[in-house]
């Protein structure tokens, strides 16, 4: 696996400087040359002018530009160099061959991919993945293309994770893909993290921007939905008034406001019940006989 080596290469300013410095000598010596050497002894200096020229024209061809959150990897005749992040004017060897990567943050949205979840219904599914370069020895050599890569891993893994957790769950503690938005995206994040590793690449956020049923079963999951709910807010209701009838029997014996039998006790239950547990406001009956009649 190659790693990034990141180096300072020669400033490009002060070596643009000394070349300039070199064409404006060798022009002159050219001038020179053609003033004053007489045409018998013009061939050695204009010969070695001319290899000058050449040398200082082929120099010029290494300099390169690095710009704000940009990296430029460096490679010697298909050989991996070393990695210049410093901005600025640089100059390195004009045989390096020169590629760009940005290592700014990068965000792109996947389709919405229609999946299975852990209860085998069909849904719609889509993630925005946040993102940037961190090695770019990495990006540029150990995956063909690194931003497709990082678009295909990336669906690869949010059908994975699709896969693990319900559409939806009642019960608390379940992790499920509408009610643990926090819990998912931090799944999610690690899971294309790991598949992305490889391309010198720092998931920063993943999180699900769509979440629905699929359409040919979304008016029937939305009954059961609702029927869940339903059930399952009845079942809190049931337990909150078994509570609340056994608190009030333990309150009227442990205060001895008044005594009741067994069959009274089962009366006063159902009564709380119904008053407690029933969709509509009770009606009131005012009993002004005994209890007992």
Known sequence: MIREMERTPIPGFPMLLVLL???????????????????????????????????????????????????????????YTYTVKKQGLQWANPFFSKKKISLRVRNFETQHLKVNDQDGNPIEIA?????????????????????????VQSESALRNLATAYSYDAHDDG????????????????????????????????????HLAYAPEIAAAMLQRQQASAIIAARQKIVEGAVGMVEMALDLLSRNKVVQLDEERK?????????????????QPVINTGTIYQ
């Open 266 to 282: 089962a009366a006063m239950v159902s009564n709380l019940l119904v008053v407690l547990c029933g969709d509509r406001s009770t």
């Open 174 to 209: 379940v992790v499920s893909l509408r009610g643990s938005t926090l819990a998912v995206a931090a799944h999610l994040q690690k899971e294309i993290q790991e598949r992305l590793t490889k391309a010198g690449v720092e998931v920063i956020e993943a999180r699900i921007s």
């Open 127 to 151: 993630t925005v993945v946040v993102w940037k370069v961190v090695d770019t020895a990495e990006a540029a050599f150990e995956v063909d293309n690194y931003e497709d890569y990082v678009h």
């Open 21 to 79: 410095l070199v064409l404006a000598v060798t022009v002159y010596g050219f001038i020179y040359v053609g003033r004053e050497l007489p045409r018998s002894e013009r061939a050695v200096p204009i010969l070695v002018l001319v290899l000058v020229l050449t040398v200082d024209l082929v120099l010029m061809c290494g300099f390169f530009t690095v710009g704000p959150n940009m990296g430029v990897v460096l490679q010697l005749f298909g050989k």
